[in-house]
């Protein structure tokens, strides 16, 4: 209540038309002050901002089920009003702006039995995935020691070292890999193209087809799975957005403070 009395008689005071005109100049100057200070604090208040990328990066088949691999790469900045007009007017003249890379997570999308779920897994890396004994692994290279995920379903967990090693020590090439266990894969064919790119995926009772729909910076769109066959029936549509998105601060170090991708 006394906050409210305060600000009244603050409003009340340049409200007063009377006084003389040293008293007019001192209003005139404390509104220009307050009009100044409230000015600075809007500019200087920082906004933020991510942008997401989206491609599929792989997908493997057998005649049973499909495994289709969503990478997505999280980057984002921030800055106070001025930086968000700069930004907005390159962005508009289409040019590049240089950004923080925040996260790196992993959709995955399994068709089985005539349906198709989706999970959407944080902070870990797409690539590298390969059937073994009839489940999904992750083989990625790097620094040793080389790390080893097995699919649970809904998530991957990391095998401890000697169990990893001992599957990787168990074939040469994933090209050998695949066709002893009689698995499709699509990879490198998987191309930033302009319009639509069709890919059969053939299973024992479903002949899918995966439609990549890329606009004219290679960048993808939307991801499609229908079957022909079946009258047109889709099983998957997901539009693909790389505009950035303001976000409040708690969302944005969420994605800043995230640990390193597994």
Not at 14 to 19: I, Y
Not at 29 to 47: E, H, K, P
Not at 159 to 168: F, P, Y
Not at 211 to 221: E, M, R, S, T, V
Request: charged letters at 25%; a positive charge; proline letters at 2%.
């Amino acid at each position: 209540m006394l906050k409210y009395k305060k600000l009244n008689k603050l409003l009340n005071y340049f409200k007063t038309g009377v006084g003389t005109g040293e008293l007019k100049m001192k209003k005139t100057l404390i509104l220009l002050t307050l009009v100044l200070a409230l000015g600075v604090i809007s500019i200087q208040y920082q906004r933020y901002w991510v942008r997401q990328n989206r491609y599929v990066s792989q997908v493997l088949w057998n005649e049973n089920e499909c495994y289709i691999f969503c990478a997505i790469n999280t980057s984002g900045w921030s800055g106070n009003y001025l930086s968000e007009l700069y930004i907005s007017l390159r962005e508009f003249l289409g040019l590049y702006t240089v950004t923080k890379n925040l996260r790196e997570d992993t959709i995955v999308w399994h068709f089985v039995n005539g349906n198709m779920s989706k999970y959407y897994i944080k902070n870990f890396r797409c690539g590298g995935f390969s059937p073994y004994n009839g489940i999904i692994h992750r083989f990625i290279g790097g620094e040793a020691p080389l790390s080893v995920w097995r699919w649970t379903g809904s998530d991957f967990e990391k095998l401890n070292q000697e169990e990893g090693d001992k599957i990787r020590g168990s074939f040469k090439l994933v090209n050998e890999l695949l066709a002893k266990e009689k698995w499709s894969e699509y990879y490198s064919q998987l191309g930033f193209n302009i319009g639509e790119t069709k890919f059969a995926i053939k299973l024992r009772d479903y002949d899918l087809e995966l439609i990549l729909i890329g606009d004219q910076n290679l960048i993808y769109k939307q991801v499609v799975v229908k079957e022909p066959k079946r009258q047109e029936k889709e099983y998957l549509r997901e539009d693909f957005s790389n505009i950035p998105q303001r976000i409040d601060k708690k969302t944005y170090f969420e994605f800043a403070e995230s640990k390193e991708s597994r």
